[in-house]
């Protein structure tokens, strides 16, 4: 198929890298066998198709438990990273993510890993990141070295993209259990809850680094939580993962139930402590990954469900990938099933292609990677012949009249196509890259285009010789006159 995923090495996020030549080569046959494995097993509606599918949202990177925070117009979007071939929980850094559209999503890279906690080992797991007083606040769970018990720690940064620093130098809490969400309530008290295989939540104090008074068991009852009939020593269907929110002033509770495999349920309450009534499932166990992890966001008058599966090439359930739903509640207040698909959300707008966008912004990519550049932020890199990527939904207008592409390269560069509809679709530009000196000697190429009006799928196609052809950190059209 036209749209699968190729993993290449992802740079470390705390140095550029350059490309490793034949890397990618001892990648390719098990990328082939995963590609067969997945599709023998996944549900077609979960199958990435070449016309349709835009979900899962990122396709060069493995990822899992999405957390969303809406922020000054965007959709920011914080997950784990599980390796490539990972055959258990692998998982070193965090990543982030940004949209204004829900389709168009920009890689902000790793400003988070378990380096920043040098008091921390092992096990990047599911966090949360919450805004509040102009800073950005992200509670993680990760191994205590000490003690090899799970513990929650919290770093803070000023830009919700990082880069993000460990806020104590010790963990806000350690009591072996994971997967920490945080609420903060209208009268401005935040609450964390976390827990597996219980339930626990505090109150956190305004500098949202310390908390007052001990933390809480929240009471699993099969009234609030559901009644599970396999398993004696875990009588409701909680399992982990909890995602908490208020609507209309009624609090949820979304949260992964009965493993394994698992599937989405909730609970509401009327206050952020209870009593909770369990009310159903979100959505069934379904996906080819024998985990889940939800998060829940309005945004723009739309309200958007994140979750995770193993839909991509090689995916399963230690390598999985997040994906949303847009989606309605019920007049009641209740939320609706909701299943998997490989379409997603649909767009917000249109983006547009005469300001400055990001190489790294992509609707859906095969063969590309990201890494970052000297010339800040990241950029797309590991660029074969016959990679491309996606943009969805550009407004040309008009016309544009030129193609502008910041680019760099080490060896003989290679061709930017400029095609619309599809990887093979029309061409309306072709921009050459010469070698510049090296992967991060950047340069700006520029060439004419013709023939692109009104609003289209913008596929980027990158042709050229063998091996890595460059690398490309932004790109911009001018309006015809």
């Not at 906690?117 to 000490?146: C, H, I, L, M, N």
């Not at 018990?149 to 104590?168: E, K, N």
């Not at 939540?201 to 500098?207: E, H, S, T």
């Not at 909770?276 to 998060?295: D, E, K, L």
């Amino acid at each position: 198929m036209a749209s699968t995923a190729v993993h290449k090495p992802t740079a470390h996020p705390t140095a550029v890298r350059s490309p490793a030549t034949g890397t990618r080569r001892t990648r390719a046959a098990a990328w082939v066998v995963g590609l067969l494995l997945v599709f023998a097993v996944v549900p077609a509606a979960v199958q990435p198709t070449a016309a349709r599918a835009d979900n899962p949202i990122v396709q060069h990177v493995y990822t899992a438990d999405p957390s969303p925070l809406v922020y000054n117009g965007r959709v920011y979007l914080y997950t784990g990273h599980d390796e490539d071939g990972s055959t258990s929980f692998v998982m070193k850094d965090w990543r982030v993510w940004s949209s204004a559209d829900m389709v168009n999503w920009t890689d902000h890279g790793s400003p988070l890993s378990l380096n920043t906690f040098s008091w921390a080992s092992t096990d990047a797991w599911a966090g949360q990141a919450v805004e509040r007083g102009g800073k950005f606040y992200w509670y993680v769970p990760v191994t205590a070295r000490a003690t090899g018990r799970m513990a929650i720690g919290v770093a803070v940064s000023d830009s919700p993209t990082g880069p993000f620093r460990d806020a104590l130098g010790h963990p806000l809490m350690e009591n072996t259990e994971i997967d920490p969400t945080v609420f903060i309530d209208d009268d401005g008290q935040a609450y964390l809850y976390w827990g597996n295989p219980n339930l626990w939540y505090v109150k956190l104090n305004a500098d949202m680094t310390s908390y007052a008074g001990s933390p809480a068991q929240i009471p699993l009852t099969t009234a609030g939580f559901g009644t599970r009939t396999d398993n004696p020593d875990r009588p409701t269907l909680y399992e982990e993962a909890p995602w908490i929110y208020k609507r209309n002033g009624l609090y949820y509770m979304v949260y992964a139930a009965r493993c394994c495999s698992e599937f989405i349920a909730y609970s509401t309450a009327p206050s952020p402590t209870g009593p909770w009534t369990y009310r159903g499932t979100v959505m069934p166990a379904q996906g080819n990954s024998f985990t889940n992890h939800a998060g829940i966001v309005d945004f723009q008058g739309n309200s958007y469900f994140f979750y995770h599966n193993g839909a991509l090439p090689g995916g399963g359930g230690f390598t999985r990938s997040v994906a949303v739903e847009k989606f309605s509640y019920n007049a009641d207040g209740t939320i609706p099933t909701i299943n998997m698909t490989n379409t997603g959300a649909p767009q917000l707008g249109a983006l547009d292609p005469y300001i400055r966008q990001e190489a790294e912004t992509i609707a859906w990519g095969s063969g590309i990677e990201t890494e970052w550049t000297s010339d800040g932020g990241t950029n797309v890199g590991w660029i074969e012949n016959g990679d491309y990527i996606k943009v969805k939904g550009a407004a040309f207008g008009p016309g544009a009249s030129s193609y502008t592409a910041r680019v760099a390269s080490a060896t003989s560069g290679g061709t930017v196509e400029l095609r619309l509809g599809s990887p093979s679709g029309t061409v309306v530009g072709r921009c050459s890259v010469p070698n510049t000196g090296g992967w991060q000697a950047w340069t700006t190429v520029s060439c004419p285009v013709s023939g692109v009006t009104g609003t289209q799928d913008l596929y980027l196609r990158f042709t050229g010789g063998s091996g890595y052809l460059f690398n490309m950190n932004w790109w911009q059209f001018t309006r015809a006159a």
